[in-house]
């Protein structure tokens, strides 16, 4: 598994558009204790309101990392970026990105990282090897947050829901299973970038033995109805072992994101389908719930639809961002 | 797609076990036509009954790969067996190899690779570059061989229907997905070694666009019901995007091989999981026969299951290497 060194530095580079620092914001509300501030340009404008430190500032108050926490166009970092990643390289920090190309592409940057004896972490890319799945059952509670469709908050109920466990007392840690997930966890499997032979031991190995009573609460991926990741996602479940499901859906959407063919399945059949791959690694499987992104629904159309899904299947139906997880808390820990 | 370079020398090294030249029989067998001859240390105890060629006099004779046709232990190539391969690089000829250990990571044959202008070919791996699936329709037939578990016949079955489907003069091609495969076929991916988030991509790379009555023939990879490879099945089917289906099960197999707790499942359910899953990029994929490796039966035990088999499912039941796949061949063409 990769491990993060915090705390972070968030670096915006010259961003203009508070959309394209999505992974910024992201670590400032998941996990702010462990960012120590933010840094950009002079031509950025937005800003995170955190304190400003420079790189070389940030690592004489003990910062591990600088994270480039916004996307770049097209997937690539800027080369007029790179002295502020330098900076903090020759600080003795680590750089974090999630970018498509490569920290490790860049000659300056790997000559930085050794002057400096950081390290360069490309989260998008897995440079791990793993074994394949072996199926055997470990100890301690999983529960995977499963979807519809892709980007429909899988990750932010499994983050809620973790949350929502802690505050209860119960042992419960978040599994990141992807770039923006693992920079939050500071540890995590990117588990689409993994060879495809090993998806399922890679997930195996993202949640280990533990404690009887501890639960992780793993970040799920894709979806099994989308053509184009579905391996991913039916790798993920079976290397989980999953002993609860939560489903994940957006009602905006008829289709898969993208694949205008691809109708959205019914709701009770995601689930018996989802359940179904679950039982071949675990068979005490359960669906404890459904996670709904309600943004395209006004306050009532919310609490229509959210009765009307919870009569027809008979489980809690929440929306983290309305209400909170406490309902799938709840079904979660009722035995 | 990887493409390699025939005719071949078949290279056994210093082999003493029939079963470690697997890959070299089936070379022989499947693509003889291709086959220039054999080649060996002189320790080797194991022949194909070729005609003998060192690898210059292959080179002479118009040999364009040289094939490491045995499992070494463990995976690794041995160190006595470079001055055979460098010999074929230095006559011009590419290498090509399904072991585990990468014929790049011998400087030896790197550099007799630059001087005698070959390639060497690790088809165990991938180096190609794929793209996310699209799940857009492709023109042309597609058949693909699912199974119940690994290893019991789906390359088997597939080669045999498309020399099936070429003898009745419908144009058929055999589309390889493992290494073996790929050795016979000249070309073909590796869908189990590619990034996962790109295994349904992958496998629309392989089998493209095509006249309308042309059959591609998918080897498939592994099993819906693994608990270690079902996500690279599931990619496999996604984007073959069938629109047939033959079952292949071994009926001597209660549990997936290597993991007792995971039973086979019954063989319509897995007809109907398959069927599911391959609806998605395909509404009209149908199951036109399932592929029995009887190996465990005597021919009494067989006549009686494949008629039961029959009987229960509806569909024709056939063994490759007992009376052949005709009657899968019939079902595919009847409309």
Redesign the interface.
């Known amino acids: 598994m990769r491990q993060l060194r915090k705390p972070y530095l968030l670096f915006l580079g010259d961003v203009d558009l508070k959309s394209d620092a999505k992974t910024a914001f992201g670590l400032r509300d998941w996990c702010r204790n462990d960012v120590m501030g933010e840094w950009s340009l002079p031509a950025a404008t937005v800003s995170l309101d955190l304190p400003r430190h420079s790189p070389s500032q940030a690592a004489a108050l003990g910062a591990g990392s600088i994270v480039v926490g916004v996307a770049a166009v097209g997937g690539v970092l800027p080369a007029h970026w790179l002295p502020e990643l330098e900076a903090a390289l020759d600080a003795g920090m680590d750089v974090v990105s999630g970018l498509h190309s490569r920290l490790t592409s860049f000659p300056s940057l790997v000559q930085a990282a050794q002057r400096g004896g950081g390290r360069l972490h490309d989260v998008r890319h897995s440079d791990q090897v793993f074994a394949?799945?072996?199926?055997r059952k470990r100890s301690g509670q999983r529960v995977l947050t499963v979807g519809t469709d892709c980007a429909l908050g899988k990750k932010y109920t499994a983050l809620a829901l973790t949350r929502a466990l802690t505050a209860r007392g119960v042992p419960a840690t978040f599994r990141a299973t992807g770039q923006t997930g693992i920079m939050i966890a500071g540890a995590g499997v990117a588990?689409?970038?993994?060879?495809?032979?090993f998806?399922?031991?890679a997930a195996e190995a993202l949640s280990p033995d533990n404690a009887a009573d501890h639960w992780d609460v793993i970040e799920g991926q894709g979806a099994?109805?989308h053509?184009?990741?579905?391996?991913?996602?039916?790798?993920?479940v079976?290397?989980s072992q999953p002993d609860a499901l939560v489903l994940c859906h957006d009602p905006s959407r008829d289709t898969v994101e993208g694949?205008p063919?691809?109708p959205i399945p019914d709701l009770q059949h995601a689930i018996d389908?989802y359940l179904?791959?679950a039982r071949?690694?675990n068979r005490q499987v359960r669906c404890v719930g459904v996670s709904i992104n309600s943004s395209s629904l006004t306050d009532a159309q919310w609490q229509a639809y959210a009765a009307s899904v919870e009569l027809k299947l008979g489980l809690p139906v929440v929306d983290p961002m309305r209400g909170g997880v406490d309902a799938l808390a709840d079904a979660l820990l009722a035995r």
């Open positions: 394949a799945g072996t199926g588990v689409d970038a993994v060879i495809a032979d998806i399922a031991g099994l109805f053509p184009a990741y579905a391996g991913v996602t039916l790798g993920l079976h290397g694949y063919d691809c389908r179904e791959a071949l690694t």
